[in-house]
């Protein structure tokens, strides 16, 4: 499956951003699908993620509250919407795949087995 992230920009602290990332192939619904973020000279950090069905989320303690993972699998989607941003939500954000039959969220970045490219978030303060 391919990832294509969008959504990405320039916001001011306490803004709003919703990214969006389309997959490929038929098979979405599949997958459990997350977010993870990578600020610079930082290690890649889980987010949120969603179950395959989208009945289970879950979300790091840093942004609980304020973001919100969805997905449409008619549409091959998934989002993270993300309200009241903080300058260091500021991060390239990536969403992930991993193939697994259970309707659980993942959570280790070594168990997703699709990446997508990224797109950055800057939150200005």
């Known amino acids: 499956v391919q990832l294509q992230a969008s959504g990405g920009g320039l916001v001011q602290a306490g803004g709003s951003l919703r990214l969006s990332c389309a997959a490929s192939?038929?098979?979405?619904?599949?997958?459990?699908m997350g977010w993870f973020r990578q600020a610079p000279g930082k290690e890649r950090e889980f987010v949120a993620g969603?179950?395959?069905?989208?009945?289970?989320?879950y979300y790091a303690d840093s942004v609980k509250g304020r973001f919100t993972i969805s997905r449409d699998n008619a549409k091959n989607t998934v989002y993270l919407q993300m309200n009241s941003l903080k300058p260091e939500d500021t991060a390239v954000y990536y969403c992930?795949?991993?193939?697994?039959?259970?309707?659980?969220?993942?959570?280790?970045?070594?168990?997703?087995?699709?990446w997508g490219q990224g797109t950055q978030v800057t939150v200005s303060s």
């Open positions: 992930a795949a991993a193939s697994i039959w259970r309707d659980i969220v993942v959570i280790r970045g070594d168990e997703y087995d699709y």
């Open positions: 192939g038929r098979t979405f619904g599949s997958y459990a």
């Open positions: 969603v179950s395959r069905s989208g009945a289970n989320r």
